[in-house]
Structure formats: C-alpha cells, structure tokens
C-alpha cells in the first residue's frame, strides 16, 4: 500500500511496507500525459540492395522531439540516420500513433516515405550494421538482428532528417519502430 509524503512542494509517493520511493521514468509520465507517440512499418520481403527511406520533419518549436530508433532484420541489414537532408517528397505523411490510446494529441513529427534520389542524404549522425550472410547451399548461414538507439536523440527543430534501412540479403523482414515523446523545454 502507497501512501503520500508532503515534501516540499511535491508529493512523493512511498511504499508503506520497504519505505522505498515509488516513480515511474520521464518517459513513462509522458505516455500517460499523451504526448508520446510511435510509428512502426516492415517489410517481410526486403531483397538485396533494397532501401527503405523516411524523411523525418521536427517542428520549428516549441515542441523538441525525443527520440528513440529500434531497427531489426532477419538477416544482414544495414541502418543510417541522417541531419539535414535536402530531400523532399510529395508523399502524404505516415501515421504515428499516440501511445496513450484514450489522448487526442498528435504528433508533431512528420514522417514521409521517400523513394527518389533528390537532394543530399544530410550529415550521417548514426549507423549500425548487423547481422550474418554467408552465402548459399547446405552450409550457409544467415541470422539477423537489431539496433536500439542505447540513448535517445533529442531532434533539432525546424530540420529534415533522412532514415536510410538497406538490406544487404535476398528475403531479409525488416522492422523500423520510432518512439518518442514531444516535450516543450521549461528553460
């Protein structure tokens, strides 16, 4: 049973039984306040060579996008985020899901397919390779896995961001999952 401490002017939350302060992480208090958000797409058919691209906008401001990139693949793949690309598109913006189903709140975060070679990719800001192909026949092996952004990146405003995924197998399913939550800064 939890009962409230008056400290201050906050109230903790602490554990009757161990004494001990009851919390959940910053991120966790934004999926019950609505205003984190994910986008998930895959391709279970994902061939040698093939890319997959997604134009990330971020607001001009208030809102600053914290952001956390999980990407898997049954075989090798190949995963490359890139600031300030010079692409563009006309494709109509993904949908990105609030977290807290019973929020109206949208995202501000524009994600765009992206299928031509206009413009520059931008600064490559990170990468990850992964997984194992050794050929074909009886005694080839091909195993895959996955990149979890270990820290999260908090986007610029008012810049284009290029998520660039590559399969480097024939057949590879590839999974891209973005989450984040859009916080205004109390400085």
Known sequence: MADVRSVGLNNVNVDASTRAIANITYEHHEVHAGSHYTFVTYDEDFDNAETIEYLLTAPASPKEIHMV?????????????????????TDTASTAYNNNRNSTDTATLVI????????????QIDASSFGLDTGVGASSIVTGG???????????FATKYLLKVTSNADNNNVTIRLSWYEHTSKE
């Open 69 to 89: 990139v999980n990407i898997s693949g049954a075989a090798t793949t190949l995963y490359q985020l890139f600031e300030t690309s010079t692409r563009t598109t």
């Open 112 to 123: 765009q397919t992206h299928s031509t070679t206009d413009g520059a990719d931008g600064t």
């Open 146 to 156: 996955s990149e979890r952004s270990s820290q999260e990146w908090i986007l610029k």
